[in-house]
């Protein structure tokens, strides 16, 4: 081992003693429960517990709210939707037993399971989605995923505030029906509603409690397991949901979730056997990649840097695909990043099959490539075009990180040898940067995206001229029409082929440059089996177990 890499190590052992000393509990294993006993041989039987890191104190347990993946790990084993991603990643029916669908495509009408309840016994009704669905909805509440729900009637207007709530086309005629009511076929509608976003709200609980979702002990789910503790900012605890109406498919007793931000400390909480799995630190990435106990799979998403094409250069497009042609995304990966990551030539991510059993971004192809002479040439062309004789000053901004630092400056170096173009580097806090970049604050600023749900439309609607997600200030017509047109368009061959035109048109428009396509890097225990890490959606446990 390299010696830097034991001072890193070591460096996290003091960190990890230093968070003991503060609290002596964070970390610790309890005793195993011997409280039953084995059938067979009368001996005691452990509890099967399972260990993990979920980074940071949860943004919220209100479903409507917690819109972040410290939110969702957890959110999506207390509770649970209408459907649910199955093993293969396709949502089927979960706490509805039956989904009919109109023959336009329009009206859905969902059938609450028999047996559904909650964790504190109360039975599982329609009107607990109703109550939950026009929650996240509510101006109000102010939820951040109430634009997943914009496909339904009357939701965008009601969200807006200048629509009434039963204007909403949702409605539970009885305790056992749900109807939602669309204003265009949506062939992903059934995975949309896999969000947590879309989970019920037992309505007699919050109606009593609106802070019902803020401590353990007035916390009620519906979902595999329940939360029996939550020490904010520590730790919390789920067991086993025994009022789950498929509680017999749960293997795990229970599951202990630290709140260690720093990854070198939980990778040395990972190695001393106080979690069964964790995050692969980045600093440490190429040392473990032929651990056995590191698990790569992909992740709908990318790393990319957005242009903001009202200030000059980027104003000229063969300025901003010369930039775009002189990364060498190959070289990110290998030499920067070094954590198995896919190399971006497309903004649609892997993980996505169209209707001819094909991967999206093979049929799409390579719409982006390294190409430093052709670069050189469109930077030429560009600089005549605007009557340059000297390049306005580029600055890149990003977000505070070393991750993010260390793909600044590859790039900047980049720029240089390709360009010949010398770019300044701007780092600015996180919270700061979102906020202005939203403002379109920066002339050229690092990105990323992560699918809300599994279709390529969630990624590409996003460079809609009016989204909220596009923040590069680029507007282009033909292609706003061809989004509207995907989304309206029942048949999938077509509607395949409309996707990639997006693809190639935002690509070769290039307001942003993709980099690279997540994928999601772990350590994971022997014994430990059956964690479920869909490319699209939320960390699912329910199939989980340990020896």
């Known amino acids: 081992m390299k010696k830097w890499i034991k001072f890193v190590l070591f460096t996290a052992l003091l960190v990890v003693l230093a968070a003991c000393t503060a609290n002596e509990e964070a970390g610790k294993k309890p005793e195993a429960d011997t ?12 509890e099967k517990v399972l260990y993990l890191n979920n980074g940071e104190e949860p943004t919220s347990f ?40 109109s023959e336009d495509g329009l009206t859905y009408t969902f059938t609450i399971r028999d047996g559904a309840k909650w964790s504190n016994g109360d039975p599982l009704t329609a009107n607990d989605f109703l109550f939950a669905w026009q929650h996240m909805l509510d101006p109000e509440t102010a939820s951040p995923a109430a634009f997943l729900a914009y496909f339904i009637e009357g939701a965008e207007d ?22 939602v009511k669309l204003t265009a076929p949506n062939e992903a509608f059934l995975n949309i509603i896999t969000n947590p976003s879309f989970f019920p709200i037992n309505e007699k609980v919050a109606t009593d409690n609106p802070k019902w979702f803020t401590e353990a002990d007035s ?40 709140m260690v931000s720093e990854s070198t400390t939980a990778y040395q909480m ?64 290998e030499f920067v990043t070094k954590n198995g990551e896919k190399p971006a030539h497309g903004f649609v991510s892997y993980g996505f099959i169209g209707p001819d059993g094909k991967e999206f971004r093979e049929s799409a192809g390579d719409l982006v490539s390294f190409n430093p002479e052709e670069a050189k040439k469109l930077l030429e062309e560009g600089m005549k075009e605007e009557g340059y004789t000297e390049l306005p ?13 260390k793909i600044a400056v590859a790039l900047q170096s980049m720029f240089k040898e390709n360009l010949g173009v010398d770019i300044e ?27 809300d749900y599994a279709d390529p439309v969630n990624a590409l609607e996003s460079f809609i001229s009016d989204s909220s997600m596009n923040r590069t200030t680029w507007s282009n017509t033909d292609y706003d029409k061809l989004i509207e047109a995907i989304k309206n368009e029942t048949d999938e ?18 307001p942003v440059i993709p980099l690279y396509y997540y994928n999601q890097s772990t350590l994971e225990k022997p014994g430990v089996t059956g964690i479920l890490r869909h490319p699209v959606g939320y960390l699912d446990l329910k199939y989980a177990d340990k020896e």
């Open 35 to 46: 409280g039953g006993k084995d059938s067979k041989d009368n001996k005691p039987v452990e």
């Open 158 to 179: 009601y969200n807006n505030g200048e629509g009434a709530v039963e204007d909403i086309g949702i409605e539970a005629p009885d305790e056992k029906t749900f109807v």
């Open 270 to 333: 990972y190695q001393s056997d106080e979690l069964d799995s964790t995050d692969v630190p980045s600093e440490i990435a190429e040392d473990l990649k032929d651990n056995p106990e590191v698990k790569l799979e992909d992740q709908a998403g990318l790393y990319f840097f957005r242009f903001n094409t009202s200030m000059e250069p980027f104003t000229n497009k063969k300025i901003r695909k010369a930039f775009g042609g002189a990364v060498n995304q190959e070289d990110i990966v």
């Open 393 to 405: 000053k580029v600055t890149l901004t990003y977000s505070t990180s070393d991750s993010h630092q």
């Open 493 to 510: 061959n077509k509607r395949w082929t409309l996707l990639q035109q997006a693809d190639t048109v935002l690509m070769d428009e290039m």
């Open 425 to 451: 580097l701007q780092n600015v806090e996180a919270g700061v940067f979102l906020a202005d970049q939203k403002e379109f604050k920066y002339q050229f600023s690092r990105s990323s995206f992560l699918h």
């Open 219 to 258: 916390f009620v789910s519906n979902g595999p397991f329940k939360l029996a503790s939550w020490d904010h900012d520590v730790k919390f605890v789920f067991e086993k949901n025994e009022n789950y109406w498929d509680a017999d498919k749960v293997k795990l007793d229970k599951v202990n979730w630290e």
């Open 62 to 101: 209100d479903p409507s709210v917690g819109f972040n993946a410290v939110s969702w790990s957890a959110l999506n084993n207390l509770m649970e939707g209408l459907t649910r991603l199955s093993e293969d990643h396709l949502a089927e029916e979960a706490s509805a037993e039956k989904i009919d669908v």
